[in-house]
């Protein structure tokens, strides 16, 4: 890619076009949980380069407005949650969930002051355990659709949310490449003679011992989806191993399930430099982990593993608390957790990766990277031109939509597998 090309698909803060492409989507602004009560503390919030504040009111409500007071600009993170607004500590002018100016304490009664004074507020919906926010034209404001990771309110949605100092796109190639997690994940997603991924409550298992996987794309109107074909551990002469991911743009993926659950992951950019990720097991109650189990799989903890912000303890300047002693006994990178694995590599890549020529060599496993890179370059540009954002409109993904994997005779074409969600059932 060039210099150019690069600034393209990674900037997203004040007119980048793809921090305005991703505007025409409704983006996860915070979990539900960080104010889970009326009148709760505000928290701050960042996205596409906008320093935001949530609350929720007395009655309930969600709001997420610009973080400065319009008036002289203190910060309302601050402020004082009550009574259905949020009031500005400075001079005490308070403003519902909308923008709404409710009071201005400071002014002459009878002003007229606070009819022409509207605070920058985005429209919300909550869903599936996520504050979701639309930050694009507050006068054509979509109808939000529930992704296919939370396709309904009867499925269990468990979240990690995790702060990642560096570029949403070098984590959503990440999630998209499923070469990496044959090398990387090894000692995490481990070989073994069962008949497809399975998990476990210390593992992930899946039946091949195959590092090379032979990758096949489908194009969609919502991004892409493709296979990674490897050689299973028995019947190898008659049958493949399929493992189809779905790229939903602008940035989240739906991960290959395991038996008992189905995972997903999606990306917000909070600048050019930092993204929120969230890694998502959804599924049957039953057999999907609970929100707190997920995490302590994963390794992303709050409080053992992550401050109340959700930021890493594990970084670079600590080695992601690697332990060397551990590789030399079997273990492939020392480094607890597969995420962690993720994030030390992400994060290594520097704040923004150089996928110029100087920067990197790619190779036949990168073919999900270029892919998502060159559907996102003409996507953008598609829509500087006046085309409508990608996966907006009729081209939103249908719920349907689904990743998969498993064992097949070698004459399947995956493109044309009839493939479901995963329920558990055979798990239980």
């Known amino acids: 890619m060039t210099h150019d090309e690069n600034e393209l698909l990674c900037k997203v803060e004040g007119d980048a076009p793809m921090g305005q492409l991703m505007r025409q989507h409704w983006l996860p602004a915070c979990l539900s949980e960080e104010i889970s009560e009326s009148d709760s503390d505000p928290v701050r919030v960042r996205m596409l380069g906008e320093d935001l504040v949530a609350f929720r009111d007395s009655k309930g409500r ?7 007071c319009p008036h002289r600009g203190a910060s309302l993170f601050y ?60 006068d054509q404001v979509p109808e939000f659709v529930p992704p296919p990771w939370a396709p309904s309110k009867d499925v269990r949605v468990s979240i990690a949310k995790v702060i990642v100092p560096c570029n949403w796109a070098q984590i959503l190639e990440g999630n998209i490449d499923s070469s990496h997690s044959s090398s990387l994940h090894s000692s995490d997603m481990v070989a073994a003679r069962v008949s497809g991924s399975e998990a476990t409550d210390k593992k992930w298992l899946r039946p091949t011992t195959d590092k090379a996987p032979r ?5 969609t109107p919502y991004g892409f989806r493709y296979a990674a074909i490897r050689r299973p551990i028995t019947g190898a002469d008659e049958n493949d191993y399929i493992r189809s991911t779905v790229f939903i ?64 303890y594990r970084n670079a300047e600590n080695r992601f608390w690697q332990d060397r002693q551990a590789m030399r006994a079997g273990n492939f990178t020392g480094i607890k957790g597969f995420p962690n694995q993720d994030l030390a590599m992400w994060t290594s890549l520097g704040p923004i990766a150089d996928r110029s020529a100087k920067g990197e060599t790619l190779a036949a496993g990168d073919l999900a990277v270029v892919e998502f890179r060159r559907t996102m370059i003409e996507a953008v540009k598609a829509f500087q031109s006046g085309r409508p954002a990608i996966g907006t409109g009729e081209a939103h993904v249908r719920a349907s939509v689904c990743s998969f994997q498993g064992i097949f005779p070698k004459s399947t074409d995956w493109r044309t597998c009839d ?10």
């Open 419 to 428: 493939v479901h969600p995963v329920t558990g059932a055979d798990a239980l």
């Open 79 to 138: 402020g004082r949650n009550e009574e259905c607004g949020l009031r500005c500590l400075y001079h005490g002018w308070k403003f519902d969930v909308d923008g709404k100016v409710l009071e201005m304490v400071s002014e002459p009664a009878g002003s007229d002051l606070p009819s022409k004074v509207h605070h920058l507020a985005y429209k919300t919906h909550e869903w599936a355990g996520i504050v979701w926010a639309y930050m694009g034209s507050l």
């Open 215 to 219: 990758l096949q794309i489908e194009h």
């Open 249 to 312: 743009a602008p940035s989240s993926a739906l991960i290959p399930p395991n038996n008992r659950y189905n995972v997903a992951n999606i990306n917000v950019p909070m600048d050019d430099t930092h993204t929120v990720f969230h890694f998502i097991a959804w599924g049957n109650p039953q057999t999907t982990p609970d929100t707190e189990a997920w995490r302590r799989f994963l390794g992303q903890s709050i409080g053992s593993d992550l401050d109340v912000l959700y930021r890493p």
């Open 62 to 68: 969600v709001g997420l407005m610009a973080e400065h």
